[in-house]
């Protein structure tokens, strides 16, 4: 670290011409090698280089200086506690409290440039000076006063930005002297999906919006748009596998992965919810392996083992609520993809805790319902195991059964068989696809579009698995489909239908997210750019574009992530995501250079505004 403060004062007084800089060089060249621990020479490193950080002749200049002052209190963790203070609050005095017009600037350049250059390489360098400020502001102010609402002012209210600033902070190495570094940049990540951060965003945006004037179906259709954003941001910048390497690190493993359920909950735990859980349901079952048995099932099996405390009880419940939702959002596509890779591990979560015996109730419902959904509880030895958890919490007085079904609200198809062949009769959760058109349908409670019924057959007979509508006339399926229900006309019009393929639908040609003048900067980017843009499997703006046979049969010309389709033709057997036809990779996949070109033709054209205008320069 110290060679690379001696390298970047070289910068500045060469490349920039700094001739503080210089001095400082020429002063302590001789002692260049042990000068990393010497308080005097850091004194002297940050006071140049936090001059330069307000006063420099160019904004490259700034943004190299602001990293140095992070490089010199990173090397300051090696001095004594009164150094460090005396160092901290020289940055303090110095840059962090003066920094508002250059922090304009360097956010503006950073919503600029994120998409466009981080397409083509990453977006490593152009967060770099924002990474090392946002560090600066844990060293100074403390870790417990920097949460996302700073974040947002950071980044002057550009979402993406913010998502991405702390995807790459968690890519890179810890800085030193912040050991908490990993749980705090995903503790941002959860209150980002907050409404208290949201509202803070809106009122930063426009200062004149009154709240109380604000129709409630408003507000939440743009909180929806805000959730959407973060999705696409989670998926752009690789946020679950940046946060997964992170977790590598077993002493915060438990925390951060706790943090990470909580924000992924907030963005697909409601019926309204159905863009980003689609977004997220889809690329959470094409990157399962990774997920799934390296982190999710031990930590699945930790919960369980702790869950006699409340708080890891509660992570828990949320951690199948969460799932729960992925997979009823998942039926959006119609994909099974995201179920049968948790079926095992619901199956084995649910035996680990019916072995316990000491599970708290709520919590051995939740992971009774997670097997249901997946499909996990309709074969043995596991549907033994859920009768058992169900009829013991169902005659427990003191455990309200129906009501705590009534408030989990995510339910698959598969959930509601298993239970109706367990004698409890629910419907599957509906999603809302529509806009709230009145205030007479948020607040309160969501419509769930399910109900408790006694166990015996309805008198119209039993719900069909494909239309919902209850008939006494059908069939039960065969196969894949064995011990489904079909009424009558659902299963004449199955007969005619070709063989079942895995297919997808591409994403809207068009966002229509028009209405929220709080998302600015590459968030605006994210939500507006056209389909033809974005990769047909993962939604993400694509620099890599390939066109496949099926792509000209869509409404418009669907092209795919060349890293995403090979996902996709791994996770399917080898299939077309459009069409359910076989696919070749090295025969039938061609490059969409055409893609390419207007992509960052349009990316160069629409210009980029921080959602909260720069503050005049210092006096």
Wanted: charged letters at 20%.
């Amino acid at each position: 670290m110290c060679e690379a403060l001696w390298s970047l004062l070289q910068r500045c007084a060469e490349l920039h011409g700094n001739p503080s800089a210089a001095e400082v060089l020429h002063v302590w060249h001789d002692d260049r090698v042990t000068a990393g621990s010497n308080e005097d020479f850091l004194g002297a490193a940050i006071f140049t280089l936090a001059a330069a950080a307000l006063q420099g002749q160019s904004l490259l200049e700034k943004e190299d200086s602001i990293v140095g002052v992070e490089l010199c209190m990173g090397l300051a963790q090696d001095l004594d506690a009164a150094a460090r203070q005396r160092l901290s609050h020289m940055v303090l005095e110095r840059t962090l409290r003066r920094m508002d017009h250059t922090g304009d600037e360097i956010a503006t350049k950073a919503s600029r440039e994120l998409l466009l250059r981080g397409l083509v390489t990453s977006p490593k360098e152009c967060t770099q000076p924002l990474r090392s400020l946002l560090a600066l502001l844990l060293r100074c102010e403390g870790e417990e006063c920097i949460g996302a609402q700073e974040l947002l002012e950071l980044t002057k209210g550009d979402v993406a930005l913010a998502v991405a600033l702390v995807a790459e902070a968690l890519a890179a190495p810890k800085p030193p002297g912040l050991p908490l570094w990993p749980l705090r940049l995903c503790t941002m990540l959860q209150q980002l999906t907050s409404p208290d951060v949201f509202c803070a965003l809106v009122q930063a945006a426009d200062p004149s919006v009154d709240f109380s004037q604000l129709p409630m179906a408003d507000f939440r259709q743009r909180q929806l748009i805000h959730c959407q954003v973060i999705a696409l941001s989670y998926v752009q910048f690789d946020v679950l596998g940046r946060a997964l390497q992170a977790a590598e690190d077993q002493s915060q493993r438990q925390a951060l992965l706790s943090a990470l359920i909580r924000a992924l909950h907030s963005l697909v735990g409601s019926c309204d919810l159905t863009s980003p859980g689609r977004l997220l349901s889809r690329c959470m079952s094409m990157d399962f392996l990774r997920l799934g048995f390296r982190f999710l099932a031990p930590f699945g099996r930790k919960l369980i083992e702790d869950s006699g405390n409340r708080d890891a009880a509660k992570v828990l419940r949320m951690l199948c609520r969460t799932f729960s939702w992925l997979m009823v959002h998942a039926g959006f596509d119609g994909s099974p993809f995201l179920a049968e890779s948790l079926k095992p591990l619901a199956a084995e979560w649910l035996l680990r805790a019916n072995k316990r015996g000491d599970t708290v109730k709520k919590a051995q419902l939740a992971l009774a319902i997670l097997a249901a959904n997946t499909g996990a509880a309709s074969a043995p030895p596991t549907s033994g195991q859920l009768e058992i958890v169900l009829d013991r919490l169902a005659h427990d007085p003191l455990f309200d059964f129906t009501e705590e079904l009534q408030r989990w609200g995510a339910f698959t198809q598969q959930g509601v068989d298993t239970f109706y062949s367990l004698g409890f009769y629910v419907n599957c959760t509906e999603l809302n696809t529509g806009e709230i058109d009145s205030d007479d349908d948020w607040p309160g409670e969501v419509d769930l579009a399910w109900r408790i019924a006694p166990p015996s057959l309805p008198d119209e007979g039993r719900p069909c698995h494909e239309c919902g509508k209850a008939s006494e006339q059908g069939q039960f399926g065969e196969g894949y489909f064995e011990g489904l229900w079909y009424c009558s006309d659902c299963w004449d019009s199955w007969e005619d239908a070709p063989a079942e393929m895995t297919t997808i639908s591409p994403w809207p040609l068009e966002s229509g997210h028009h209405q929220a003048p709080e998302q600015q900067g590459a968030a605006q980017h994210l939500l507006s750019a056209p389909g033809t843009f974005r990769c047909g499997i993962s939604g993400t703006l694509m620099m890599d574009p390939v066109y496949i046979p099926a792509s000209q049969s869509a409404q418009y010309p669907v092209a795919f992530s060349r890293r995403w389709l090979e996902k996709w033709h791994r996770r399917s057997g080898g299939r077309c995501p459009m069409s359910g036809a076989p696919l070749n990779l090295k025969e039938d996949v061609r490059d969409a250079c055409d893609v390419t070109a207007s992509l960052l033709e349009w990316l160069n054209a629409v210009p980029v505004e921080p959602a909260v205008p720069p503050a005049p320069p210092d006096s």
